[in-house]
């Protein structure tokens, strides 16, 4: 019994140390890469008060919101398409291309922790602006301190988990880098507009608003912005929990049956 504890602790150890090793790994690759490293740092940060005046000719303080929580909602989901989903994509399919992970199969690393400790400095990157955001927001927004904050935990958790699965899935129908700025298109296109980026989903018809939280990263949204608020109910909370949990079980397994492991000729 000991025995069988100690090395199931081992095997965890290993894990770990691997993880690790190949996240160092990567974010060295990552630095190297300016423009996805500009974009990722960058983007999240500017996005959203570019959308400043749009989100103030809407009636938001009729249905409980304040343009402070609105634009902090949509920095975490600009962070999470940018910081790790666009930027996933262009890592995996770059990795791919250059037989990296080809060559990483061949050795101790599982499939599993081969996609895992690639995509780690992505969503270190996006949780350390998520943070920031925060912050930020609290001081130059007034937003104040989060109401409901154990809502928040699950909502980053549930996004980056999503953001990084579905990079994954966008990357193996991708034939080159440069082709993953189109494949990465829908994706960003539905998010921004149905999940509650630019336009909170409070404020579309009732019918509409149903549909878009149905979308890949609406619950993670609808977590954070309900963290913050407040104002999300238990029951709806379980809900966007269950719709995140349903996204990502259901990437990981298209990824696990699509993703391809050498270069698309």
């Known amino acids: 019994m000991a025995g069988r504890v100690g090395a199931r602790s081992g095997d965890r150890t290993t894990t770990g140390r691997r993880l690790r090793a190949l996240a160092r790994a990567e974010l060295a690759l990552l630095g190297r890469n300016r423009g996805v490293v500009f974009t990722a740092l960058t983007v999240p940060l500017l996005l959203p008060f570019s959308v400043r005046p749009a989100v103030d000719q809407l009636d938001l303080e009729k249905r409980g919101l304040s343009v402070g929580t609105t634009l902090l909602t949509a920095a975490v ?17 770059a990795r791919r291309e250059e037989l990296v992970l080809k060559r990483l199969r061949t050795g101790e690393l599982s499939d599993a922790e081969i996609l895992t400790g690639t995509a780690l400095p992505a969503v270190g990157i996006g949780l350390a602006q998520a943070l920031l955001l925060c912050a930020g927001c609290a001081v130059l927004l007034h937003t104040g301190a989060p109401r409901a904050p154990y809502l928040i935990l699950p909502g980053l958790v549930a ?24 494949t990465a298109l829908p994706m960003v296109f539905l998010s921004m507009i149905g999940s509650g980026l630019m336009i909170p989903t409070e404020v579309m018809p009732d019918g509409l608003a149903s549909a878009c939280e ?15 608020t407040g104002q999300l109910s238990a029951h709806d909370a379980f809900g ?6 349903a996204w990502a079980v259901l990437a990981v397994f298209a990824v696990g ?6 270069p698309r000729r």
């Open 77 to 93: 989901g600009f962070s999470f398409l940018f910081a790790v989903y666009t930027s996933l994509v262009n890592v995996y399919v």
């Open 214 to 228: 149905l979308l890949p990263l609406s619950p993670a949204i609808r977590l954070v912005h309900g963290g913050w």
């Open 240 to 245: 966007a929990l269950l719709t995140a949990l």
């Open 159 to 182: 996004g980056y988990l999503v953001s990084a699965a579905l990079a994954a899935l966008t990357a193996s129908f991708t034939r080159t880098v440069e082709s993953g700025q189109v």
């Open 257 to 262: 049956r699509w993703f391809r492991w050498e």
